[in-house]
């Protein structure tokens, strides 16, 4: 929806990368139907793509070239306008502190200056959606921040993000609304208030929340028992 910031989470293989992975038409629904804004993600795929600012769970360039060279290529495969793109990557290029590499290949970077890489290729037409898999891997604290603000920004504006996450702090203080699913199902939405509704439990954070509505709540409480076990032992008694 415009002005929100969804948060999809789930266990490890539950089905959020391959979620938006079927969203950008990367991927064939087994079932069901997906619309981005009235087009079919495989039909109408060029319409999609064209609507929606899309990070990897692992950055997607091409690493032979310098960030430079694959803004520009990002720009002209857009078709967008020269002088609108460049005020766009020179703002977040100073932002994230990474204009000093704009002219080194991108196989020499950081994986975290391959994420700074990846996340402004995404604005750079400005779109109304973004797709965010687990956006912050490989960034240090201030470019984190920084990413957090810019979502926020963009819900303020009217755009719409996904952003899947395993960092269920950040999930309960930068998304409006929450998705958990497990083995490719949606098994609770709402916002966080909702969430612990359905928990019974008014004060819970989000962590609690999502073990008690994945129903490994009991399990990590075993595994901590028998932890505390094996490296406590004598001094547990």
Same mark, same amino acid.
């Given at each position: 929806?415009?002005?929100?910031? *969804?948060?999809?989470?789930? &266990?490890?293989? =539950? ?42 769970? @692992? &950055? ?10 694959? *803004? ?21 290029? @100073? ?18 200056? %391959?994420? %700074?890489?990846?996340?402004? =290729?995404? *604005? ?9 898999? #687990? &956006?912050? @891997? ?26 899947? $996450?395993?960092?269920? #702090?950040?999930?309960?203080? /930068?998304?409006? %609304? !929450?998705?958990? !699913? ?5 098994? =609770? ?12 439990? %008014?004060?819970? $954070? ?8 994945? @129903?490994?709540?009991?399990? /990590? ?17």
């Amino acid at each position: 929806m415009p002005g929100e910031v *969804f948060g999809l989470l789930g &266990p490890n293989g =539950a089905g959020k990368t391959t979620t938006i992975k079927v969203i950008m038409g990367l991927v064939e629904p087994s079932s069901g139907k997906i619309s981005v804004c009235g087009f079919d993600p495989l039909s109408d795929s060029v319409e999609v793509k064209a609507r929606i600012g899309y990070v990897a769970e @692992n &950055p997607i360039v091409y690493e032979s070239l310098s960030p430079r060279d694959f *803004f520009e290529f990002v720009v002209s495969m857009r078709r967008i306008d020269q002088a609108a793109a460049n005020r766009v990557v020179s703002r977040l290029a @100073n932002a994230f502190d990474l204009a000093q590499y704009f002219d080194s290949p991108i196989a020499t970077l950081s994986m975290g200056l %391959k994420q %700074k890489v990846a996340l402004i =290729a995404s *604005f750079i037409h400005q779109p109304p959606i973004l797709l965010l898999d #687990e &956006p912050l @891997n490989g960034l240090d604290a201030r470019s984190s921040r920084i990413v957090k603000d810019l979502v926020s920004l963009h819900a303020q504006r009217g755009g719409a993000v996904l952003f899947s $996450t395993h960092i269920m #702090e950040i999930a309960e203080h /930068v998304c409006t %609304k !929450i998705g958990i !699913i497990e083995h490719g199902k949606l098994i =609770a939405e709402g916002t966080l208030e909702q969430l612990r509704s359905k928990t019974e439990s %008014k004060s819970s $954070t989000l962590e609690e929340v999502f073990l008690k509505l994945t @129903n490994e709540e009991a399990a /990590v409480a075993d595994t901590t028992r028998m932890l505390r076990e094996a490296f406590l032992g004598n001094e547990t008694h």
